[in-house]
Each structure stands twice: as C-alpha cells, then as structure tokens.
C-alpha cells in the first residue's frame, strides 16, 4: 500500500522528491545538470543570433536573446544552489533553502524586463517593414538555423525537467518550462522565416512580439509557483497529515495541522491528542513517533513538530471496555 502523498492543488507547479539525498549530494546533483544546460542553451543561442545578424530578423534575434537568458538563468542557478546548500545557522533556523526560490523569483523579474525590451523594438520596427525600408533577408539556409536551436532546446528542457523532479528542485523545473517554450519558440521561428523568405516580411516583427509573449508567460508562470513557496503556502493537505498520524498506535486525535515550505524541504507542525493517563514518556514516544511516520510517508519533509497534548474527550465505548479488562486484569480475573 502506497503512502499518502500532497494534494497537487497545493503546489501545482512544483515537484515531489522521489529521489532521496542529503542536501550537499542534491546541490552537486542539480550542480551538474545547471552546467549541461547552460551549454545546451548558450549553443541554441549562438545559432540563433548569428542567423539574425546575417539576416536581420528581429523575431531570430528575439528568440537568440530568449536562449541567451536561459544560459544567464543557469548561471544564477549555481549561485543560488551553493547558497541554498548552506547548513542551517543561528540567523537562519530553517537552512538557507529558500535561497532557490528567490533567484527563481529574479529570474521572473528579469523575463519581464526581456519581454518589454523585445516588445518595444518589434513595435518600432513595423511601420519601417511596412513602408519598405526595412526588413530581414531570409535564404533556405537560414531557416535551418530554428531548427538546430530547437533540437539544444528539446534536449536542454526534457534533461533538466525530469532531472528537476527527480530532484524535487523548483528552480530546475521552472527553468526547465522556460527552455521548453523556448523550443516552441524555435519551432515557431521556422514557420515564419518561411513566411518571410515568400514574401511577407511584416510576419519577422510580429512573431518576434509573440516570442516576447512567451517569455511574458514563461515569467508568470515562474512568479505564480513561487509565491506559493515564499507566502508559506500549505504544501501538504491536513486530511492526508491527520490520516498518517491517525495511524500511528495511540493517537486519539489530530488538530492544527500545518505546513509551508518548499516541497523538496517542507516543514509540519500539528498537535496530537492522546490518552492523559499516559506518563509523560509514553506520550513522548507517541510523538516521535508520529514525526517519523511523517517523515517516512511524505516526500520532502525535512522538520516536523509535534505538540503533544491530553485527549479530553470523552472516552469510546471502545476505551472503556479497554480500560474494564485492564482493571478486571489488575484485580486478578481472567480476561
């Protein structure tokens, strides 16, 4: 029987660790699939923005300029992961883990700007092409430059994304969804190089605003999944906590579940009820031993705290017949 997982709703864009490690282990892991893409993106990029200055479309320099920035947000990424890696301290209890998420964040910030750059230079250049006196020159040649972008991008997006969940690394996932648009850019950009060399040059400065909506998109998209992580987001639904904590041998109630966090180091904390004739190291042993089942059972989980208190409820049917045999016991009958 399969364990109880997060409800997706909770963080839809964010993936479930299925490959356990210690975080220095995972930082060199994501270390190495960052430097693989980053050569990926840099050559999608090269071909692209030397096809553009031979031609002079716009839209081939705008997808160049795209690939470009997939590189650059490699390169933050690295920061990022030697920064996340550190051990927690006295400054920072929880570990520095949501270093990742920050840069995540800036990499959105920094999609916006790209967009509004590349929109603004496709805006000018349309009555130019449209009077005639401007307007790039595509050969056959030239429409194969896409095509080679977009075999480094297919690579790059599906490497780094099924590394990302693997991984559990949002930073990884939500660059992996930026190079994956970054391939349909590439396929998109062949399509109107063609319509360009046939003879409708307006098609260069419009896709090139298409490709600045993507990465409009590919930026929301990053935005969204991470002010989950940054507002403390529940990662886990409480039904699925209390019903893992519910199982473990003398719980007799849960309240107060909470959770908030990255996934991949996802922090709870609940409150557990439990029998008050119990010593104080009985009902002790019952928390840890909740923590662990926690901790077991759901992927991602790196601190839970269990506040454990006296059931006052009144007793079951169930836990009083429970505590007849116990006493007809003590007093020396046969159960």
């Known amino acids: 029987m399969s364990a109880p997982t997060a409800d997706a709703s909770a963080h839809p864009a ?3 660790v299925i490959e356990p490690l210690d975080p220095a282990a995972r930082a060199r892991s994501i270390e190495r699939v960052l430097v693989v893409t980053f050569g990926l993106n840099v050559a999608a990029a090269a071909v692209k ?3 553009a200055w031979w031609t002079g479309s716009l839209a081939l320099g705008a997808g160049g300029i795209d690939s470009l920035f997939d590189g650059a947000a490699n390169v933050f990424g690295l920061v990022a992961i030697r920064l996340a890696a550190r051990p927690p301290d006295s400054n920072h209890p929880y570990g520095h883990r949501k270093f990742e998420t920050l840069v995540a964040v800036v990499i959105a910030m920094l999609l916006f700007v790209t967009c509004g750059r590349l929109a603004w230079t496709a805006v000018e250049a349309i009555p130019a092409v449209l009077a005639g006196t401007a307007g790039a020159v595509v050969t056959p040649l030239a429409i194969l430059s896409p095509i080679a972008a977009f075999a480094f991008n297919w ?3 599906t490497y780094e994304g099924r590394m990302g969940r693997r991984l559990g690394s949002e930073l990884l996932v939500s660059d992996a969804g930026h190079t994956r648009a970054d391939a349909g850019v590439s396929l998109a950009l062949v399509g109107g190089l063609a319509a360009v060399h046939a003879g409708y040059p307006l098609v260069d400065p419009l896709l090139s605003l298409a490709i600045a909506g993507v990465i409009a ?3 929301v ?5 991470t002010s989950e992580v940054l507002s403390d987001a529940a990662v886990f639904e ?7 904590a519910a199982g473990v041998p003398g719980v007799a109630g849960t309240h107060k579940i909470r959770s908030r966090g990255p996934s991949d180091a996802a922090s709870i904390d609940l409150h557990v009820q439990v029998d008050p004739a119990l010593s104080i190291g009985e009902a002790h042993a019952i928390g840890h031993a909740v923590a662990a089942e926690l901790r077991r059972g759901l992927a991602g989980v790196v601190d839970v705290v269990v506040h454990v208190e006296p059931d006052w409820s009144p007793p079951s049917a169930r836990d009083r017949h429970r505590r007849d045999d116990e006493d007809d016991e003590a007093a020396g009958f046969a159960p």
């Open 217 to 219: 998109r590919t930026g």
């Open 221 to 225: 998209e990053i935005a969204r999944s």
């Open 155 to 157: 690579v790059a997006a």
């Open 49 to 51: 923005l030397a096809a």
């Open 238 to 244: 409480p039904a699925v906590v209390a019903a893992m």
């Open 14 to 16: 964010l993936p479930a």
